[in-house]
């Protein structure tokens, strides 16, 4: 790490609110990691008749805990549960449920209020919305984080081989990002998206097609500065190939400026999804996801707990990025100062 961008990142930890607010980030993502392992309805371990399982990680047979069946246990099954604890004991997670688990032994009407069962509540469908809301976090900040490292490396790419080669190649790549650049982005992306089978991936491909223009622009400018100046200039009389001097000379200052940009493309990639589930267009159907979630308090006005829990999760989760793009900002500003 050199010495300018080592005296940037001690002044971005030194601002307490964006440290805050990446401190807060990477927790809720951890924790959205370990969402099997919080919220389940399987058990983390079994021991049944002096042997270890694993359901979490492993399927097994009903018949292997004194089940009928050869299907997946039901471990939510009142004979299951009697036969495991008849021949051993079993521990299930912090909050035993799924986000797709239907509650079907709730003495309330679904949508349900918060109680000690659910925490936040049940939905329509009797599902638990914590455990969702845990599940809809890692789908979404996943999604942000693959699709902004993704463009990243693709705007660079292009804006590197256009800022450094120039003229022709700079010419044709400008008109094409300008096509691109004045396209509705949103409506292409429903019309792509209805015309193909709702995935992951297949979202993420999508949105990676408009994504990478945000990167072009700042790298491009920085190759054609820099392409001129008098060690890159240097370089090539000594006969350093033209792809050595771009990847070791010029990046390294191209990446450190589009580093400011990476919160507020994260924020992008959620909101996108979020706005492609609410409007029925993102992940398959029944997935946890913060747009459906969201779409569920919509359509459930009289059941106020799911609204305000999207809406706190929504407000943290959006206000760190805000907070940690605005302390890399003013960071890697060169007229900035200490905090």
Same mark, same amino acid.
């Given at each position: 790490?050199s ?23 990477i927790a ?12 389940n ?11 270890y ?9 009903a ?7 050869t299907?997946?246990?039901d ?15 079993y521990?299930?997670?912090l909050?035993p449920?799924n ?20 925490? +936040? =509540?049940?939905? *329509? ?7 969702? &809301?845990?599940? !809809?976090?890692r789908?979404? #900040? ?8 993704m463009?990243?490396l693709l ?5 590197a ?6 003229g ?8 094409m990002?300008?096509?691109f ?6 409506y292409?992306?429903?019309i792509?998206t209805?015309f193909?089978r709702?995935?992951?991936f297949?979202l ?7 994504g990478?223009?945000k ?12 392409r001129?100046?008098?060690y890159?200039?240097a370089?090539?009389? +000594? =006969?350093?190939? *033209?792809r050595?001097?771009?990847i070791r000379?010029i &990046?390294?200052? !191209?990446?450190?400026?589009? #580093? ?7 924020i992008g ?11 029925g267009?993102g992940?398959?159907i ?11 308090a ?11 829990s ?9 206000s760190?990025?805000?907070f940690?793009?605005e302390?890399?900002r ?10």
């Open positions: 790490m010495t300018q961008l080592q005296r940037q990142m001690n002044r971005y930890w030194s601002n307490n609110r964006a440290r805050t607010a990446t401190i807060g980030f809720i993502f951890i924790i959205s990691l370990l969402s099997d392992f919080i919220a309805d399987k058990p983390l371990i079994v021991r049944y008749q002096s042997a399982y694993f359901p979490i990680i492993n399927h097994y047979p018949t292997t805990f004194g089940g009928k069946l299907s997946s246990t471990y939510r099954s009142p004979h299951i549960q009697k036969s495991i604890k008849q021949n051993g004991w521990v299930m997670p909050i449920f986000y797709d688990t239907h509650d079907f032994l709730a003495q309330q009407p679904q949508p349900a209020p918060p109680n000690w069962t659910h925490w +936040l =509540g049940t939905d *329509d469908q009797g599902r638990d919305i914590l455990a969702r &809301l845990l599940y !809809a976090l789908t979404n #900040i996943s999604f942000g984080l693959i699709l902004t490292t463009s990243l705007g660079v790419t292009v804006g081989i256009q800022g450094y080669f120039g022709i190649t700079d010419l044709v790549g400008q008109r990002i300008e096509v650049s004045g396209m509705p982005t949103l292409l992306l429903i792509l209805s193909m709702p995935s992951f297949g993420l491909l999508v949105m990676l097609i408009f990478w223009i990167f072009v622009g700042v790298v491009r400018a920085e190759f054609l500065r820099t001129s100046l008098e890159v200039m370089a090539k009389t +000594l =006969g350093v190939s *033209d050595m001097i771009m000379h &990046l390294p200052n !191209a990446v450190v400026a589009t #580093i400011t940009y990476l919160p507020w493309n994260i990639g959620i909101m996108s999804l979020t706005s492609l589930d609410f409007l267009f992940m398959p029944g997935s946890a996801s913060l747009g459906e979630m969201m779409s569920q919509k359509m459930n006005l009289h059941a106020p707990w799911i609204g305000i999207i809406f706190i999760v929504m407000f943290g989760l959006l760190s990025l805000v940690m793009g302390g890399l003013d960071a890697f500003d060169p007229h900035g100062s200490e905090f």
